[in-house]
């Protein structure tokens, strides 16, 4: 198919690489004070705020005025209300793996790295759960639960900060048994926008008093308060886990794989999708030798016997459907090999044009609705001239892509632009999602309306006003500008 003619050169609304380097402009009082009390670990320098002014998105950097190291609730509740009596904003940031701008600081202020809260707080094996500060990461957590029989199951590739993690709802590869951040979160401690610390939640796995609060925060991207400690759902680890590749002749049939085991009610642990590209990627980057084909990843968590069952029940299923080349990583070397690679997939596509930025998207639809819409993502793809691969965690209805655009090429970044919003418009018509997982960000503002109307957007406005009426926490994000 010929390539589609973009005539249009508008990108999306980034941020002037000028503006963002703005000097910092704390108000003197403000800075007087964070030096006294940090001393070093607070800086306004231009290094410093360059880190904290950017993510992994392609949005130009937009700097902060000044970054500040926290080690406490206490003191992320003095630098709120500091900031709170001085009108500075303060922005969240955990090890900005954010795709959607969620760190930056498009109006300055005070940039709470909260990486430095990384403290296990208490492991209640019995129970399954655990009290973690926001900075801790997931694989700090897991490696802290060895020994334990238990593991935190949510896995969104990137080494994210578990407040990170919860500000933006996050979920990954295991979401299809264990769920996203939503569903194990039960309890935070959080900071308002005034300085107020707040507890909400508990350990109890169910409650019927009051507002649930904790699910108000969790996928509020800090714009309501700000997370710093957590208690979050752990799990058994299984006594059987076994991983499979498998290849198939075009994207549909794995889609229909897919589908049809989902239907069926195998409780697969992980089902990944990669299109030919990612998987070209995907070698070059890991120096695998997987075939260059529509795949899917497979893993299946129980009992011995369970696991088998559950493999062969998906293995008929792909055979029907032109599935070949079963591959089983029984191993955890292999496994870890296997998911490794899945994991790198982001990067690895970043190798396919150097220089390149990536312009990601993610979109989730319900089950039944998968096929279509890939089918027709992917005719889009071919009208395009830009490279664009396909993969994501299809087990739940979710899936990414990864567009490489030379952001100094117009006709790249209208292309771009065209297909981020056919594929998000698409996805809101056959009642899906604008984002699955990576947040609305300053991204995908413009399609909170769609998605869930003018009456549910005032209502999420009223929210913001209550809790934080001079806009100072994490403002720009999530809502769009009236």
């Given at each position: 198919m010929a390539a589609r003619k973009v005539t249009s050169t508008t990108p999306p609304a980034f941020f002037p690489l000028s503006e963002a380097m703005h000097a910092s402009s704390l108000p003197p009082a403000v800075r007087q004070s964070l030096a006294g009390h940090f001393g070093p670990r607070f800086s306004c320098g231009d290094s410093t705020r360059l880190q904290h002014g950017r993510d992994e998105s392609i949005h130009e950097p937009a700097l902060p005025d000044g970054v500040i190291m926290v080690e406490s609730t206490e003191e992320v509740a003095l630098v709120v209300d500091l900031c709170a009596r001085h009108g500075v904003p303060v922005i969240p940031y955990g090890v900005g793996s954010s795709v959607e701008g969620h760190v930056l600081a498009p109006g300055g202020g005070i940039s709470l790295d909260l990486s430095g809260m990384n403290r296990i707080v208490a492991i209640h094996a019995e129970d399954g759960d655990a009290v973690v500060e926001a900075g801790v990461t997931r694989k700090q957590l897991n490696d802290a639960l060895k020994g334990t029989g238990l593991f935190f199951p949510i896995d969104p590739g990137a080494d994210a900060t578990l407040g990170g993690m919860a500000a933006t709802r996050a979920s990954g590869t295991n979401a299809v048994r264990y769920g996203t951040m939503k569903d194990n979160v039960l309890a935070t401690t959080t900071v308002l926008a005034d300085g107020r610390v707040m507890e909400t939640g508990g350990r109890a796995r169910k409650s019927s008093a009051g507002y649930d609060l904790t699910r108000l925060l969790v996928g509020s991207e800090g714009t309501l308060g700000i997370m710093t400690e957590l208690t979050v759902k752990l799990y058994p680890i299984p006594e059987a886990i076994s991983a499979a590749v498998c290849?198939?002749?075009?994207?549909?049939?794995?889609?229909?794989?897919?589908?049809?085991?989902?239907?069926?009610?195998?409780?697969?642990?992980?089902?990944?999708?990669?299109?030919?590209?990612?998987?070209?990627?995907?070698?070059?980057?890991?120096?695998?030798?997987?075939?260059?084909?529509?795949?899917?990843?497979?893993?299946?968590?129980?009992?011995?016997?369970?696991?088998?069952?559950?493999?062969?029940?998906?293995?008929?299923?792909?055979?029907?459907?032109?599935?070949?080349?079963?591959?089983?990583?029984?191993?955890?070397?292999?496994?870890?090999?296997?998911?490794?690679?899945?994991?790198?997939?982001?990067?690895?596509?970043?190798?396919?044009?150097?220089?390149?930025?990536?312009?990601?998207?993610?979109?989730?639809?319900?089950?039944?609705?998968?096929?279509?819409?890939?089918?027709?993502?992917?005719?889009?793809?071919?009208?395009?001239?830009?490279?664009?691969?396909?993969?994501?965690?299809?087990?739940?209805?979710?899936?990414?892509?990864?567009?490489?655009?030379?952001?100094?090429?117009?006709?790249?970044?209208?292309?771009?632009?065209?297909?981020?919003?056919?594929?998000?418009?698409?996805?809101?018509?056959?009642?899906?999602?604008?984002?699955?997982?990576?947040?609305?960000?300053?991204?995908?503002?413009?399609?909170?309306?769609?998605?869930?109307?003018?009456v549910a957007v005032d209502v999420m406005r009223m929210l913001k006003t209550a809790l934080d009426p001079h806009n100072l926490l994490n403002p720009g994000k999530i809502l769009p500008e009236h």
């Open positions: 290849t198939f002749p075009d994207i549909d049939a794995a889609v229909q794989t897919v589908i049809q085991t989902i239907q069926l009610g195998v409780p697969v642990a992980r089902i990944e999708l990669l299109d030919a590209l990612s998987l070209r990627a995907i070698n070059l980057f890991s120096k695998t030798m997987l075939a260059e084909a529509p795949t899917l990843f497979f893993e299946f968590h129980g009992s011995p016997a369970g696991v088998a069952e559950q493999a062969e029940t998906v293995q008929a299923i792909a055979d029907e459907l032109g599935g070949a080349d079963f591959a089983w990583a029984t191993h955890p070397e292999d496994r870890s090999r296997l998911w490794q690679a899945r994991h790198d997939a982001y990067f690895a596509c970043l190798q396919l044009k150097p220089g390149c930025r990536c312009f990601p998207t993610d979109v989730c639809v319900p089950i039944s609705r998968l096929a279509e819409c890939i089918a027709e993502t992917q005719a889009d793809i071919a009208r395009v001239n830009i490279p664009i691969a396909l993969f994501g965690h299809v087990g739940d209805g979710n899936f990414h892509l990864v567009v490489l655009v030379d952001r100094d090429n117009p006709q790249d970044m209208a292309e771009a632009e065209w297909i981020g919003t056919r594929v998000v418009e698409r996805a809101i018509a056959l009642e899906g999602t604008s984002t699955g997982e990576h947040g609305i960000g300053l991204g995908k503002r413009k399609y909170l309306v769609p998605e869930h109307g003018a």
